[in-house]
């Protein structure tokens, strides 16, 4: 069984910058497409980013894109989520989140089987 858990969260203020990693344990992440995804209070669940499981493809959101970097290392069965130029409206609960390789990377959350607790990011006007 795959586990996964995020750290990094925390408050900052906006433009500054936060990196969130996700440590999995139980299976190697290289069988694994894999997400973030961030909720706040009332809210469904919404993508962020999402990477294939050699690295080599990446997806954005577009309210994200250019600001946020999706990255994985596999040897350190680790994927990060680099966050600059933060906002107010970033602010949310992200999680991380993984599947069994796909052809396409699911890009909606739905389609992914296993997630993490989630970690607070909190980013102050």
């Known amino acids: 069984q795959l586990q996964l858990v995020e750290s990094g969260g925390g408050l900052v203020q906006a433009g500054g910058s936060l990196r969130l990693s996700c440590a999995a344990s139980?299976?190697?992440?290289?069988?694994?497409?894999m997400a973030w995804f961030r909720q706040v209070p009332g809210k469904e669940r919404e993508f962020v980013a999402a990477?294939?499981?050699?690295?080599?493809?990446?997806y954005y959101a577009d309210s994200v894109k250019g600001r946020f970097t999706i990255s994985r290392d596999n040897a350190k069965n680790t994927v990060y989520l680099q966050m600059n130029s933060l906002k107010p409206e970033d602010t949310a609960v992200y999680y991380c989140?993984?599947?069994?390789?796909?052809?396409?990377?699911?890009?909606?959350?739905?389609?992914?089987?296993?997630w993490g607790q989630g970690t607070q990011v909190t980013v102050s006007s």
């Open positions: 989140a993984a599947v069994n390789r796909r052809i396409r990377v699911p890009l909606t959350s739905s389609e992914y089987a296993y």
């Open positions: 139980g299976r190697p992440t290289s069988n694994y497409d």
């Open positions: 990477i294939k499981w050699s690295g080599g493809s990446t």
